[in-house]
């Protein structure tokens, strides 16, 4: 992995998809899809989780891959783009406070770890999912600064449920642009 969050990786030129992608960085795993061919970018990333975790019949997305080989998920162009509308429009508040505009797509935009745009949205959210047995609750919170007596803004549901959208989103509450390059440069 480059240090902008790139990487690069082959699939074989007879795979054919649908493809799950898993990441373990040590301490969890994440995952994503690609249904097919059509795109030289996945990204995985918190979002791409969320999204698996949406295609998959539990809820769980590290059971994405097997419950593919089963038959008892299915990843295909119009899944994958129905939850990923699901997840984006529970989320909209927030993209449009960040200039995202409506069509982003969080598994397959090309962006740089530097704290702007889809990156910024990544840091702005946490993004939390509870396995349990047939279902799994989601939970997604906006890190953004709140009165002492608020809570962070967020949206619960199950995994097979259609979430709320986010609250309205003020810009200037959210994490500070370029949160990612001073942990990098704090890490450095």
Known sequence: VGADGTYAATI???????FVFEVDNGSEKIYSVL??????????TPLSNLIAAK?????????????????????????????TTTVMTALQPLATAL???TSVNPLT???S???????????SLDVKIEPKGTASQIEITMKQSVDENQDLP?????????????????????????LTPKIQALLD
Request: glycine share 10%; hydrophobic share 40%; aromatic share 2%.
């Open 55 to 83: 295609l998959s019949a539990t809820g769980n997305p590290s059971t994405l891959a097997s419950e593919l080989a089963a038959s008892t998920a299915t990843i295909s162009s119009a899944t994958t783009i129905a939850a």
């Open 154 to 178: 967020k949206i619960s549901f199950a995994h097979n449920a259609t979430p709320s959208a986010l609250p309205t989103v003020d810009p200037t509450k959210l994490v500070s642009t370029g």
């Open 109 to 111: 935009a090309t962006f």
């Open 113 to 123: 770890a530097n704290g702007t745009g889809l990156d910024r949205m990544l840091d």
């Open 12 to 18: 074989p030129a007879g795979a054919v998809g649908p």
């Open 35 to 44: 249904p097919d061919r059509t795109s030289n970018v996945v990204n995985v």
């Open 99 to 101: 200039g995202l505009g």
